[in-house]
């Protein structure tokens, strides 16, 4: 039983529109919610987090909207540029916990920038 | 700099032959992680070490092994009872703070 469900598999984002990346948990002691982006060929990094003690978290043109009644996250990505072409991860973990690496992934959305 | 780094970068195993992939941090973390990840797929757990001389298997162990007998160091075998191991694999490290650090990655394919 998956327990982060990421939607959409793929995502293909005309440059400067919105890109919207949702995730769904199912385990409320999750209190940790991280995204990932990861280009060909590297390893994933760390791109905002959020804790659910707040409903939103900005970081220049990336946005994690956080509904916890719903038990859903999802990520916007504003004025979407060709650099942002990468896969991107949901991620929900309980911080505290020394096992917070082995936080539980969405399956990734590969996302396409056009010019 | 702090990080974790692995190596080497590309790797080819003969049919019936083991290889290891090393994996080392210099965070300061105590659990680190291997993952396997396939083409367009997500990350897979292989293997996880919470502590030194400690490890446990995660979703997809059969055909790996691992050590632990340095913080800072947690190689991965791939033994020839691997029957499909062409994928990329991802070293990772955590502390207390929620956040996963990765390495660049491994892509090992059999020849």
């Known amino acids: 039983q998956q327990q982060v469900k990421q939607s959409p598999q793929s995502l293909i984002v005309q440059k400067g529109g919105i890109s919207i990346i949702n995730c769904a948990y199912e385990?409320?002691?999750?209190?940790?919610f991280p995204w990932y982006q990861q280009f060909p060929g590297k390893g994933p990094a760390l791109l905002i987090a959020?804790?659910?003690?707040?409903s939103e978290k900005k970081e220049g043109r990336f946005t994690i909207s956080f509904n916890k009644s719903a038990k859903q996250f999802s990520l916007h990505i504003m004025d979407s540029q060709p650099g942002d072409s990468a896969t991107y991860f949901c991620?929900?973990?309980?911080?505290?916990?020394?096992?917070?690496?082995?936080?539980?992934f969405g399956d990734g959305t590969t996302l396409t920038v056009k010019p | 700099d702090g990080g974790i780094t692995q190596s080497p970068k590309y790797l080819f195993r003969k049919e019936g032959q083991n290889v290891t992939l090393s994996c080392e941090q210099n965070?300061?973390?105590?659990?680190m992680y291997w993952y396997r990840q396939d083409p367009g797929q997500g990350l897979r757990l292989i293997y996880y070490?919470?502590?030194?001389?400690?490890?446990q298997k995660g979703d997809i162990a059969e055909g790996y092994s691992v050590s632990r007998e340095k913080k800072e160091s947690f190689p991965l075998t791939v033994t020839s009872a691997q029957k499909n191991p062409t994928a990329f694999y991802l070293c990772?490290?955590?502390?207390?703070?929620?956040?996963?650090?990765f390495g660049q990655g491994t892509r090992l394919t059999v020849v």
């Open positions: 385990n409320t002691a999750f209190d940790y």
């Open positions: 959020i804790r659910p003690d707040v």
């Open positions: 070490s919470q502590i030194v001389n400690d490890f």
């Open positions: 991620a929900a973990s309980k911080e505290g916990d020394t096992n917070a690496g082995k936080s539980t």
């Open positions: 965070l300061n973390h105590d659990a």
């Open positions: 990772a490290s955590s502390g207390l703070i929620g956040e996963a650090f």
